[in-house]
């Protein structure tokens, strides 16, 4: 089944501790990015990868990394999380570049005290 | 900068009461439009793309059209299921090629 999945779904840390939210998926897409929800503001794109080795930012990059190693995973690394970011996080992915269908994952709430 | 708008916030139907929902967006142009369904608590999933001013695009009760500043997703005769929050993105030509999302539309189909 083509998916994209994200782990872990629940995630309650506190201010400070690194963290990593894994991002896989199974089409062989080239393009990956990352978004937060947050409720009045809709999806923003926080980094985005058009192919392996290749990361750039999106609208709200800061205080977050990426690495884009391997074509299937597309970690979200949060170095020093802060309770601003506390949110909903979904990784995304599409075939290539041009707009096509993108896959979302089931998302994950994560809680920064 | 890109906007997007969407409208009403929410939206109650009985079931069966047909209703559109709007999407204006202002954007330096625009390479597809993308309408999505989003329900609680998961990912959004992939309804749409329109590319051009007076395409439409048809799936079941769904019914989506573009012209040149705003989308609108027709509902004909809803059902229960069709209970979510409908979102609206559209894609620009240059640089990062990324997709701006509106807040979306909360729609509740009562039996």
């Known amino acids: 089944e083509a998916q994209v999945t994200q782990n872990p779904r629940y995630l309650i840390t506190v201010t400070g501790k690194k963290l990593t939210v894994t991002c896989s998926q199974n089409?062989?897409?080239?393009?990956m990015s990352w978004y937060r929800q947050d409720p009045g503001l809709g999806l923003r794109q926080i980094y985005y990868?058009?192919?392996?080795?290749?990361?750039d930012k999106g609208d709200v990059p800061e205080g977050y990394k990426v690495s884009r190693k391997e074509k299937r995973n597309f970690p979200l690394i949060l170095e020093s999380p802060s309770p601003n970011q506390t949110s909903l996080y979904f990784c995304?992915?599409?075939?290539?570049?041009?707009?096509?269908?993108?896959?979302f994952g089931p998302g994950t709430r994560l809680t920064v005290l | 900068e890109d906007q997007v708008t969407q409208s009403p916030e929410a939206l109650r139907l009985q079931e069966g009461e047909s209703s559109s929902l709007n999407c204006s967006y202002t954007?330096?142009?625009?390479?597809?439009l993308f309408w999505y369904r989003q329900d609680p608590g998961k990912g959004p999933e992939f309804l749409f793309t329109?590319?051009?001013a007076g395409e439409e695009k048809e799936k079941e009760r769904l019914k989506a059209t573009l012209t040149k500043k705003e989308s609108f997703l027709h509902i004909t005769a809803p059902k229960p299921e069709d209970s979510a929050t409908y979102l609206c993105?559209?894609?620009?030509?240059?640089?990062?090629?990324?997709?701006?999302f509106g807040t979306g539309t909360r729609l509740t189909i009562i039996p």
């Open positions: 993105a559209v894609g620009t030509n240059f640089g990062n090629e990324k997709l701006t």
């Open positions: 329109l590319y051009s």
């Open positions: 089409m062989n897409h080239e393009y």
């Open positions: 990868s058009m192919n392996v080795e290749v990361t």
């Open positions: 954007v330096s142009g625009l390479r597809g």
């Open positions: 995304a992915s599409r075939r290539d570049r041009v707009y096509n269908e993108q896959f």
